[in-house]
């Protein structure tokens, strides 16, 4: 039962991380590099809390 | 290349693809006691063996007070700069750009090497229960590793509602068994008198609890992780104080209640070399109920624990591209999963190619300096904080109290440590210290011409006194 586990874990292994590059490439195929780089640090604070004491 | 954004509806505001706000106060505790709880699984055990059982408590406390000043500090600074990155955000704000980016190394280190850890100690756990000639612990890192990486490029909220449930089951377990060994009463299970004795106490005097102190780090390593959180909880100025001090409180509770039944029932000449203190508790009880509860949960906590590390480490790598302290291109957001994928998955292969030629004792060293290192930081950044933005200047979801006097006790017991580390892994400490001097030197020389000064200080604050 434990080697069939063992096994089983390369599979997943392979599966999923075969999974994150396909997924990895269709994302960096479909969007601009300027779109996914776009995530600026403390926005969402300035935007939405008006910083007052 | 199409920006098709709109279509999938995944942008914050326009065009741009941020983290998402999904995060509540729960979410906070299961990353921080997520990533700390395997501590009490395996590796506070070690103190032991450097002074005793009763270095062992002592070092509970004492590095119980260390954590304690670090969650205040962190709370404090954290609710005010709430961005992805915790404390190399905190740092380039404060501080400023060199100790940014040192910071964050500190981070990305102790998180990788805490997750590579994690996954030889689940690895390991399996082997050992399993007991078949053949069988290594290869599939069983691999599988760790890369499932949760990809739980982690699935989406936050999912990735901590999984901490949530493996961690509160392995809190549990130690609950249980607690109450399982009757604690309330000696002689029966418990043999705590038997087992320290003023004797055997401290086998080593007082320099043995001095050197307990490296592995006391164990009990509370991570705590800190909550503040990668900043940018992805709704309202972070409640929630990651609430979360942080409640997971604080949670762990010093698990840590006392760990000591107690594992040096009630184990010599601490073997208490000290055991990697399955909790494990080996649940054996002893003669009951094979507790003996499987107990295995399943060091396997949850390894689990948790390294779920958490990808999570904070990913966002400390992202946070260094998005300020172009590395190249830019790992600042990318999934535009539907919303998490930093290409940090995940950069970080993969090097989590496992570690986890496959690293020994366990060399991953933890290296994760221990680079935390010790980074509280360090800490105690100066909450100095500067006070100093240029005193009380009243700014906005705090959180004060600490006592000031100067956590910042004070977190530097001396930083030193304590580093001292205990010298005595045991001497050779590692030098060598950490000189790569982090080099590569500054790399970063100050080379790399921050690259870097937009303006953009990098995102925070609405007034100019600090004195400038």
């Known amino acids: 039962m434990w080697l069939s586990l063992s096994y089983a874990c390369w599979g997943i292994s392979v599966v999923l991380a075969l999974w994150m590059l396909y997924d990895w490439f269709k994302v960096d195929t479909s969007y601009s590099e300027d779109v996914l780089t776009s995530s600026r640090e403390g926005e969402l604070e300035a935007v939405s809390e008006k910083h007052r004491i | 290349m199409t920006a098709a954004v709109d279509t999938v509806g995944t942008t914050a505001s326009g065009d741009r693809v941020s983290l998402l706000r999904v995060l509540g106060p729960a979410h906070v505790w299961a990353l921080g006691v997520g990533i700390v709880l395997v501590g009490e699984f395996t590796g506070w055990n070690f103190s032991a063996d450097k002074g005793g059982s009763l270095a062992a408590l002592i070092v509970c406390w004492v590095v119980g007070l260390l954590y304690t000043s670090v969650a205040m500090i962190d709370s404090e600074v954290t609710s005010t700069v709430a961005a992805a990155g915790g404390q190399y955000a905190q740092a380039k704000h404060i501080v400023g750009p060199l100790m940014a980016f040192n910071v964050a190394l500190f981070l990305v280190f102790a998180y990788t090497m805490l997750e590579v850890s994690d996954a030889i100690l689940l690895g390991d756990t399996i082997v050992a229960k399993a007991g078949v000639d053949g069988l290594t612990h290869n599939s069983f890192i691999a599988a ?35 109450f399982s060994v009757s604690p309330w009463t000696q002689g029966a299970v418990l043999k705590l008198n038997e087992l320290v004795t003023p004797g055997n106490a401290l086998p080593y005097g007082w320099i043995g609890v001095i050197a307990a102190f490296q592995f006391g780090i164990w009990y509370y390593l991570g705590i800190e992780g909550t503040t990668q959180a900043a940018e992805e909880v709704r309202s972070p100025a409640r929630s990651l104080p609430y979360g942080t001090m409640a997971g604080m409180i949670t762990l010093l509770i698990a840590a006392a209640m760990t000591w107690y039944v594992c040096a009630s029932l184990m010599p601490w000449e073997y208490l000290g070399i055991t990697p399955y203190p909790l494990w080996d508790a649940g054996k002893l009880t003669g009951s094979p109920l507790l003996e499987n509860l107990l295995f399943v949960a060091t396997l949850l906590a390894a689990l948790a624990s390294a779920n958490g590390c990808i999570n904070d480490a990913a966002r400390a790598w992202f946070s260094l591209g998005r300020d172009r302290y590395l190249p830019s291109w790992f600042s990318a957001v999934h535009p539907k999963y919303r998490t930093p994928y290409r940090s995940i998955l950069f970080l993969l292969p090097i989590a496992l190619a570690f986890a496959f030629i690293a020994d366990l004792n060399q991953a933890i060293t290296f994760s221990i300096l680079s935390g010790v290192l980074q509280y360090t930081f800490m105690s100066i950044n909450i100095m500067m904080f006070r100093r240029k933005w005193p009380l009243g200047s700014i906005r705090r979801g959180y004060t600490h109290p006592f000031h100067p006097l956590p910042a004070i006790v977190l530097f001396c017991l930083c030193v304590v440590t580093y001292f205990a580390i010298f005595l045991g892994f001497g050779s590692q400490l030098i060598a950490m210290v000189a790569f982090y001097f080099l590569i500054s030197l790399w970063f100050h020389f080379y790399r921050y011409k690259f870097v937009r000064r303006g953009d990098q200080f995102s925070m609405p604050w007034p100019k600090p006194q004195g400038y």
Request: hydrophobic content about 70%; overall charge positive.
């Open chain 2, 144 to 178: 760790t590793i890369v499932v949760l990486a990809w739980l982690n490029y699935r989406g936050v909220l999912m990735t901590l509602n999984v901490n949530f449930v493996i961690t509160a089951i392995a809190y549990v377990s130690i609950v249980i068994l607690f």
